[in-house]
């Protein structure tokens, strides 16, 4: 069995039920995380539809949140779910915003870092968001459509 998440007739993504279910209750930790919904509705018999104006919402405000972190843990537990994002709204034909050249704007607002864990503040954030994006773009291969 598998289900679709769909964004009018075309399916963006065909996971397995397994990946499905993980996937939607990291949804659900991310949406409470950041306050926002992300255009991911509810699974009803078998399939899905995604919002495009609430996912570009929902994507760009988890881009930002994860390039404002300098904590290792933080950044291990959300880079696979922002990579998985990336994949649904490139398929769904967004253009995300680009995040500001300036790393001190994202010094503001970061998670603790315990002393010691080598991880420090960004200094190239558009970097960073390609090495993001490589990583979807290798992840969307084994996302089935």
Do not use: Y
């Given at each position: 069995m598998s289900q679709y998440f769909d964004l009018g007739g075309e399916t963006l993504w065909?996971?397995?039920?397994?990946?499905?279910?993980?996937?939607?209750?990291?949804?659900?930790?991310?949406?409470?995380?950041?306050?926002?919904?992300?255009?991911?509705?509810?699974?009803?018999?078998?399939?899905?539809?995604?919002?495009?104006?609430?996912?570009?919402?929902?994507?760009?405000?988890?881009?930002?949140?994860?390039?404002?972190?300098?904590?290792?843990?933080?950044?291990?537990?959300?880079?696979?779910?922002?990579?998985?994002?990336?994949?649904?709204?490139?398929?769904?034909?967004?253009?995300?915003g680009r995040p500001a050249d300036d790393a001190a704007a994202y010094a503001q607002n970061r998670d603790v870092q315990v002393p010691g864990a080598g991880v420090g503040a960004l200094t190239n954030t558009h970097a960073h968001l390609d090495q993001l994006r490589d990583a979807a773009r290798e992840l969307s291969r084994s996302m089935a459509r």
């Open positions: 065909n996971p397995s039920n397994g990946a499905a279910r993980l996937f939607l209750r990291q949804v659900s930790v991310f949406e409470a995380e950041l306050a926002l919904a992300s255009g991911i509705g509810p699974m009803h018999n078998d399939e899905c539809q995604i919002d495009p104006a609430a996912l570009k919402t929902f994507v760009d405000a988890l881009v930002e949140r994860h390039l404002r972190t300098g904590h290792a843990v933080v950044i291990a537990l959300s880079e696979a779910f922002l990579a998985t994002m990336l994949v649904l709204a490139e398929r769904a034909g967004i253009e995300l």
